[in-house]
């Protein structure tokens, strides 16, 4: 991770295990600090465990002495519904979930080439192509994404967003997807290619929570 530490991903069913395993590696917990967007505990050794809240706001705010984590783990293991866009340029996967299962989806590929090598008028010629193409991929992502989620906003509790961050800034400027996008979570989920089976993956990872840890 920048400026140091190194993260995992942890399933909210296993947040309890986890830290009790953090626990013995580091001469037990000193401090728990809960807040909004995160909750540090810290270790005895002075190991610090930074786990983000999972949809936030957490209800809880608060520094305690020792492990004070069930705010947290009630929290992170809430059922919920959410929106799936993944996106990269020629592909594209969107879908709903629940408690890590997808329950609707949708998933189109493009073709878009690669950068060419030549020069001169054939470059120019193969560019315009080229962005012809990623602009008639993205165009797909955002009519599937209407379809699929559009009519669901209302049971979502939000949306993750997974991919290239580029294409999907490039989303982001069509005003229709504009409610989709006021849902969507600041994290970016690093993807594959979109295939159903990623979107499978990508379900499962929007529940998990991610920790890093930071030794002493």
């Avoid at 996967?93 to 073709?111: F, I, N, Q, Y």
């Avoid at 669901?152 to 504009?178: I, M, P, Y």
Wanted: glycine share 12%.
């Amino acid at each position: 991770m920048a400026g140091g530490g190194r993260a995992v991903e942890v399933a909210p069913e296993r947040l309890a295990g986890w830290f009790d395993r953090f626990a013995d590696r580091n001469d037990g917990v000193r401090a728990t600090r809960l807040g909004a967007e995160e909750m540090v505990v810290t270790g005895g050794n002075g190991t610090t465990a930074t786990a983000a809240v999972p949809f936030p706001p957490l209800d809880a705010a608060g520094t305690h002495e020792g492990p004070v984590i069930g705010p947290f783990v009630e929290h992170a293991n809430r059922s919920r519904r959410i929106g799936l866009l993944l996106v990269r340029l020629g592909g594209h996967s969107v879908g709903t979930a629940e408690d890590g299962k997808v329950l609707v989806s949708r998933t189109d590929r493009h073709l878009v080439h690669g950068r060419s090598a030549a020069g001169g008028w054939s470059q120019q010629r193969f560019a315009r192509r080229r962005e012809g193409q990623a602009r008639q991929a993205l165009r797909a992502a955002a009519e599937d994404a209407l379809e699929v989620l559009g009519p669901r906003l209302a049971e979502l509790d939000a949306v993750v967003l997974g991919g290239d961050a580029r294409a999907l800034d490039e989303l982001r400027e069509d005003r229709r997807l504009a409610p989709l996008f006021a849902l969507a979570r600041g994290r970016i989920l690093d993807i594959a290619e979109p295939r159903r089976a990623v979107l499978d993956e990508a379900a499962e990872r929007a529940r998990a929570v991610e920790i890093v840890v930071r030794d002493a």
